[in-house]
């Protein structure tokens, strides 16, 4: 299949086919592009674009000040004019820097063989200090400079623990590859302090491992859901982030990468002094990577507005995405001349420790 994605100004995502579950899926995987879609004009049943629109520049960069682990960076172009095949992605002598008042800070250039820039990740020896503005720079051969400035937020307050419980559960279907429907579900109460003016992502990490598998004593992000809470939010993959999941292949179990799901959550959406968050991680399911935890890391990051509402809209555009009558939705970021995000983020992590570590007997702490 092809697929054109285009951009506006203010880019408009709009979904016009029955396969809106393809569709929610291909827009994840084509997030660093970002923000671009799939519009009004139909080619064929299946393809949609408009052809008279200009080429942009298209980045997704969010960098976490607190932690090393955030940190990457997306190039694309939005849509793709009618070049030869070889040619008709490239990124033809683009180069890109961050730089702050006191210079450049890192920098990068590649020739007209790279079709794009998937994730690079900034080097953990590059230093972002809080307060500091700071500059991003990117431009390409034939197209116009797209250029952000930032601040970062100041950081949220410490995320607190109040109970683990720790629970046999039997699934209605199986989760993973084999007809396994007794697993193991682990139930996280937390809570932090709230700034109104704030918004928040939260993500969860675990260090553990698998038996059936070389990955013991591994750590990577792990999938969750909010089971009880004081605050509505929403869930959206987090760019640069991936999530290892079992696959299967034929009879046989595999590795695959998928996005890694944050909790968006807006500050003035919080009653009282304090989020209340309810987590459960299931495990032990033949679908995630652990059969057992060592720890589980909760992270609290505090984001800029823009990329609040960058992941809200992108939220908003998977729900309806299905619905050929449903509104456009309109995709605003900070990237002045092109289209997407860039933002620095502050975080604080608590990271909960099991001993022994939690297999199979049910526990309560």
């Not at 590859?177 to 990490?205: G, H, P, Q």
């Not at 009558?325 to 604080?348: Q, T, V």
């Amino acid at each position: 299949m092809n697929i054109n994605l285009i951009n506006t100004s203010t880019t408009i995502l709009k979904a016009a086919s029955k396969k809106g579950g393809y569709y929610k899926k291909v827009l994840y995987y084509l997030i660093p592009v970002s923000f671009l879609i799939i519009v009004f004009q139909c080619e064929s049943p299946e393809v949609f674009y408009r052809p008279d629109l200009p080429e942009k520049l298209c980045s997704i960069g969010i960098i976490d000040l607190d932690d090393t682990t955030l940190r990457h960076i997306s190039f694309e172009k939005s849509f793709q004019s009618e070049y030869p095949v070889e040619l008709n992605d490239s990124l033809r002598d683009f180069s890109f820097l961050i730089s702050s008042s006191n210079g450049e800070l890192f920098s990068y250039h590649c020739d007209s063989t790279v079709k794009r820039i998937n994730d690079l990740k900034i080097p953990d020896n590059i230093t972002f200090n809080p307060g500091e503005k700071y500059y991003l720079y990117a431009k390409e051969r034939d197209m116009e400079e797209i250029t952000a400035e930032v601040i970062a937020p100041e950081p949220p307050a410490e995320p607190r623990l109040i109970s683990t419980t720790v629970q046999n559960t039997t699934l209605s279907k199986p989760a993973g590859c084999f007809d396994k429907l007794n697993v193991r579900t682990v139930l996280i109460k937390t809570s932090f302090e709230k700034n109104e003016d704030f918004y928040y992502a939260i993500i969860l990490k675990g260090w553990g491992g698998s038996l059936s598998s070389c990955f013991w004593g591994w750590p990577g992000f792990t999938d969750f859901t909010v089971v009880h809470g004081n605050t509505p939010g929403f869930f959206s993959a987090v760019k640069g982030l991936v999530t290892y999941h079992y696959s299967c292949d034929n009879i046989q179990r595999s590795c695959k990468k998928n996005p890694t799901y944050a909790y968006f959550i807006e500050g003035k959406n919080i009653p009282g002094p304090e989020c209340l968050l309810t987590l459960a991680i299931q495990y032990n399911d033949d679908l995630s990577m652990f059969d057992s935890f060592k720890a589980i890391g909760i992270k609290v990051i505090s984001i800029p507005r823009e990329l609040y509402l960058f992941e809200k809209r992108l939220y908003t555009y998977g729900k309806i995405s299905g619905d050929p009558f449903a509104e456009p939705i309109y995709i605003n970021g900070n990237i002045k001349g092109g289209n997407g995000i860039f933002a620095l983020c502050r975080s604080k992590e608590l990271i909960i420790t099991f001993s022994p570590m939690i297999f199979q007997s049910s526990s309560t702490r």
